[in-house]
């Protein structure tokens, strides 16, 4: 009964770049025709706690928020933090996750370890997950703070969106003397 | 034309769309985007006023003169206008008076989780709910015709999903309107004494009952007739949470809370067989609704608590409990907001941790500090109940709180709501040490301009507030100046004003790390030489999100122990690193030391 709404569920740290992001895929959304709402909470973002982003389109979307097992993809910016929301996923549901490890100060103080094991935990609950390195990847494209746009070039190759929706997006989201680079590190994202 | 708009930005623009040329805020998350956006547009006046009674004050006085004026607010902010609030219900307004609450259901960034739409019912003012970007902007067109149709301030509600969500919004030109703004004298309706206000009072009654039939036929009250076996009246974003789960429900969707229609909930409720009241925290509809003996299902099934979403509706109406989190073979570390690298607030309260005093603290990003490892605060109530809480705990303790209490507060928190209580430690005579966190920005809620920092919202350069002159001027014999991005000079300075008989006010000065990081020529980061670094610890203790532990095992190059225990090297991360030095004041073995470029 409930329709085609389809949910992306961006996660990971605040300053990742992840409010641009799902800025950048909303409005992909919009040129592609589709009603999008989307959701996130600021205020402590910038402060390093979670940040979360719920991405919803379709032919008529109610919710700017997804329930539990209702999101498509998961796009997670941060190793650790894809674990905090893999019941959000359906079980068809794909997760994208950027190998990089940002700690958190019970980490800093050495009062608690990064886990090891967040691949093979995370493949226990989902079938399909893609690794890549964006922050690797950005720097290839010339500006390490690229990264957010690495993950929506990994992520476009998931959508079946007209890759000139993209570009247009990208064109119109930066500053002139940031356009390519971004360009580079959204292709470099969508053929890794 | 199609726009992407947040709520806030969608509020902004109808209001500009409608003729609004007058807006007065205190900035609070999540309702501070409204001004900032509403600021921009051409041949508009918008303020920062100090604080939220202010606000609305100056929004009266607009509203008065016969213009357009829309007061914004975040929920806790309504508790400090609400002495004004409550007589302008009585007096009316002349030209219209939106005053906007923006909730936080689930307190994302709050003290509290009240619920703002007893407030509409308590000062007997009519309030709006939408439920979308698109209703944002088409609701603050309605509330400003409302206001002017029925001479009364009314209530714009949002929520954080509603303010901070996105959705399409449909752009139109801007109405352009006569010039309105006049005196008139009408000293009957605006001077609020006793047996003026008597007859105002009536006046109120009227206008509500006139409102109550507005509302059976007002166009946003509507009905959706689809299955008659369940129906659900709800208001807002929970509209769209239920409508998500059940599209093929029926639903009374109301945009105005307060008042209700009666007939058309009746009416309604006679179509469907069971009742169903869908809203975020208090039974503020199912409650009014039970009174018109209507059989409703409510929060017998709904939590009183925390923000809904589509699961948290479906979970309730069905039973089926939500499903749990799988299960991880270990625990996932949190990961709590924190002070920013090279935040000045971290080495004052690094100081205060230390010094064992009881801090009573208040609200802005120093409350942070109350968390491990600098453990800085010791209460938060709201904003300005620091230096006042402080006062009368040295007075209840008596000589045993000699030396052993400071209320802190932000600049922007002092001016809001401090001045008054700072007075009162000089008036009422305690000991108690006032400390003014001045970072030189409303750091919390993004960046925004005080009185103290010599700039308004619109740009404008104006006059800057000099918080020393100002406690003299209460009189405060101690003001100190300190810089608490230097340990010695801040824990001497404390030390020192601790000991003092009498009030003492200190003001802890150094711009907002974010602030700096926009202006700053360079930024030269720190590192931690391996070879040097005992492992102590002592640079974790400031909580730095630069600085991390490595344990000697998991380092790829090998570092000679300095002591038997040593089992780890702190690290600075110099991506993160500002430069501010407070950890390299604290090591006592040189190991920590500016970042030297190649050429």
Redesign the interface.
């Known amino acids: 009964?409930?329709?085609t709404?389809k949910s992306i569920l961006l996660a990971g740290?605040?300053g990742q770049g992840i409010l641009r992001a799902s800025?950048i895929l909303?409005?992909v959304m919009?040129e592609a025709g589709y009603?999008?709402?989307?959701?996130?909470?600021?205020?402590?973002a910038?402060?390093?706690?979670?940040v979360t982003s719920h991405v919803r389109y379709g032919e008529k979307?109610?919710?700017?928020?997804?329930?539990?097992?209702?999101v498509d993809v998961l796009l997670s910016f941060e190793k650790?933090?894809t674990?905090?929301y893999?019941?959000y996923l359906k079980h068809d549901g794909r997760v994208i996750i950027n190998d990089v490890e940002i700690?958190?100060?019970?980490?800093?103080?050495?009062e608690?370890e990064?886990?090891k094991?967040v691949f093979d935990?995370a493949r226990?609950?989902v079938d399909s997950i893609k690794v890549v390195k964006a922050e690797d990847l950005a720097v290839k494209a010339g500006n390490v703070k690229a990264a957010n746009t690495v993950m929506l070039g990994v992520l476009s190759g998931h959508l079946n969106i007209d890759v000139a929706h993209w570009e247009h997006v990208l064109r119109n989201s930066f500053p002139p003397k940031l356009i390519k680079v971004n360009l580079d590190a959204f292709n470099l994202g969508r053929t890794a | 034309m199609k726009q992407l708009m947040s709520g806030n930005q969608a509020i902004a623009r109808g209001a500009y769309e409608c003729g609004v040329t007058f807006a007065s805020a205190y900035p609070g998350t999540p309702s501070t985007e409204i001004t900032e956006e509403f600021s921009k547009y051409d041949g508009v006046y918008a303020e920062w006023s100090p604080n939220e009674k202010i606000a609305l004050e100056v929004g009266i006085g607009a509203a008065l003169a016969g213009t357009r004026a829309m007061v914004v607010m975040k929920h806790v902010g309504v508790n400090v206008a609400a002495d004004p609030l409550f007589t302008v219900s009585y007096t009316g307004t002349n030209g219209g008076l939106v005053i906007i609450t923006a909730d936080d259901p689930s307190l994302h960034s709050s003290q509290n989780e009240q619920d703002n739409r007893n407030y509409a019912k308590f000062a007997k003012i009519p309030m709006l709910e939408p439920s979308d970007s698109q209703e944002a902007k088409e609701y603050i067109k309605l509330a400003f015709e409302l206001s002017e149709k029925f001479d009364t301030p009314v209530f714009l509600r949002s929520t954080t999903r509603v303010s901070h969500s996105k959705s399409v919004v449909t752009l139109e030109d801007l109405v352009i309107r006569d010039n309105t703004t006049s005196i008139q004298h009408n000293r009957d309706k605006y001077v609020m004494v006793p047996a003026k206000a008597r007859i105002r009072r009536l006046e109120v009654e009227k206008r509500m009952n006139a409102l109550k039939q507005f509302a059976e036929t007002f166009s946003e009250n509507r009905i959706e007739l689809n299955d008659p076996k369940v129906g659900i009246i709800t208001a807002g974003l929970c509209y769209n949470y239920t409508k998500d789960a059940f599209p093929h429900y029926s639903y009374l969707k109301l945009g105005m809370v307060n008042p209700l229609p009666v007939t058309l909930i009746r009416e309604f409720a006679s179509k469907v067989e069971k009742v169903y009241v869908v809203e975020e925290l208090d039974p503020f509809l199912e409650e009014q609704i039970r009174a018109m003996g209507v059989d409703v299902i409510g929060k017998e099934i709904f939590p009183f608590t925390n923000e809904f979403n589509p699961g948290v509706v479906e979970s309730a109406l069905t039973g089926v409990p939500e499903k749990s989190s799988p299960e991880i073979s270990f625990p996932i570390p949190q990961r709590p907001p924190n002070l920013c690298p090279g935040c000045p607030h971290r080495g004052l309260f690094h100081v205060l941790g230390r010094l064992k005093v009881f801090v009573s603290g208040d609200i802005g990003c120093y409350t942070l500090s109350f968390m491990k490892p600098l453990e800085g605060i010791d209460a938060t109530i709201c904003m300005g109940a620091s230096i006042g809480m402080a006062h009368g705990m040295n007075h209840a303790l008596k000589e045993n709180g000699k030396g052993k209490v400071v209320g802190v507060i932000g600049d922007s928190t002092f001016i809001h709501s401090g001045i008054t209580s700072l007075l009162n430690t000089v008036y009422n005579r305690s000991d108690t040490v006032t400390v003014i966190c001045d970072n030189r920005t409303t750091a919390m809620t993004g960046m925004q301009d005080h009185p103290a920092t010599g700039t308004t919202l619109q740009g404008k350069v104006t006059k800057e507030l000099d918080f020393a002159a100002l406690g003299q001027a209460l009189g405060v014999e101690h003001v100190r100046v300190i810089n608490p991005l230097n340990l010695k000079e801040t824990r001497t300075v404390m030390k020192e004003e601790l000991a003092t008989d009498g009030p003492s006010l200190v003001i802890s000065r150094a711009p907002c790390a974010l602030l700096q990081s926009k202006t700053a020529e360079t930024i030269v980061p720190l590192w931690s030489d391996p070879h040097k670094c005992t492992g102590c610890k002592l640079c974790l203790s400031l909580g730095c999100p630069a600085i991390s532990w490595k344990r000697l095992e998991d380092l790829d190059f090998t570092v000679e122990k300095k002591t038997k225990k040593q089992d780890g090297i702190a690290y600075i991360d110099p991506t993160l690193c500002n430069g501010c030095t407070l950890c390299q004041q604290l090591c006592n073995f040189e190991a920590i030391q500016e970042v030297q470029y190649d050429e």
């Open positions: 009964m409930n329709n709404t740290v605040g800025d909303s409005w919009m009603d999008v709402k989307k959701s996130e909470v600021h205020g402590m910038q402060r390093g706690g979670c979307v109610y919710s700017p928020i997804a329930k539990k097992e209702d650790m933090e674990l905090r893999l019941d700690y958190p100060p019970s980490i800093n103080l050495g608690a990064y886990p094991t935990e226990k609950h």
